[in-house]
């Protein structure tokens, strides 16, 4: 299963609603999963079965979606939310997308 | 606080075998699965396979042929063997533990991170 997220780049600045999305090549029901990566770092789990948070991870982190389609919105950017982030499904194998980078703006 | 730890040579020759180990303190090794991710410029995150207890293992479709994932529940620790590399192996190498939560512990998601180890494939 290939997963294509977009936009490759989200330039934003504090405070400001993000949104990234995350298509998959065919369905993954709710098995898709988010991480954040900063430079130098592991990835961190944000965000499993499309909706529900990972334990200690901020309330202005939410996913939704189903399927194909599949969003992650950071409703409120605070300066360390500025990474890489990465969409990941567990239905066939395990793959992930190719992230999206927010950066400021 | 669950930390994990991976240790190997930083360069292997094409051909020969890639050997990594991750050193897991601050909790059992037991009743968790256990993964190698890796990361490269060209292929981005790639998923190798995981260990649940001593012998129950799955594998990434395009790496089977050449992946052994095992743990040593008396180290706490669980190794990657990857056979027969070339330069495209080369790659940041992950250990991660499976994400638990509400009693439920699931085997595709990173929940625990070492910081990573860089394998270079060159002669």
């Known amino acids: 299963i290939v997963l294509t997220q977009s936009p490759a780049t989200l330039s934003l600045s504090p405070g400001e609603r993000a949104t990234l999305s995350c298509r998959a090549s065919?369905?993954?029901?709710?098995?898709l999963a988010w991480y954040q990566q900063k430079p130098g770092q592991a990835p961190r789990l944000l965000i499993y079965?499309?909706?529900n948070r990972a334990t200690g991870i901020p309330a202005r982190f939410s996913g939704s979606g189903s399927g194909t389609d599949f969003t992650l919105t950071i409703s409120s950017l605070e300066p360390e939310d500025f990474a890489v982030y990465y969409c990941?499904?567990?239905?066939?194998?395990?793959?992930f997308g190719g992230g999206t980078k927010v950066e400021i703006k | 606080q669950v930390q994990l730890q991976e240790s190997g040579p930083g360069l292997v020759k094409p051909s020969e075998t890639l050997s990594l180990t991750c050193s897991v303190s601050?909790?059992?090794?037991?009743?968790?699965?256990w993964s190698w991710i890796r990361q490269s410029p060209g292929q981005g995150l790639e998923w190798i396979g995981y260990?649940?207890?001593?012998?129950?293992?799955n594998y990434s479709p395009s790496l089977k042929t050449r992946v052994t994932i095992s743990v040593d529940m008396s180290k706490n620790q669980f190794s990657l063997k990857l056979r027969s590399v070339t330069a495209a192996d080369t790659a940041v190498y992950y250990c991660?533990?499976?994400?638990?939560?509400?009693?439920?512990?699931?085997?595709?998601?990173?929940?625990?991170w070492g910081q990573g180890t860089l394998v270079t494939v060159s002669s």
């Open positions: 991660a533990r499976g994400y638990c939560s509400g009693g439920n512990c699931y085997a595709g998601l990173g929940e625990f």
């Open positions: 601050g909790g059992s090794i037991s009743n968790y699965f």
């Open positions: 260990i649940y207890d001593i012998d129950s293992t």
């Open positions: 065919q369905s993954v029901s709710n098995y």
């Open positions: 079965d499309a909706s």
């Open positions: 990941q499904q567990r239905s066939h194998w395990l793959t």
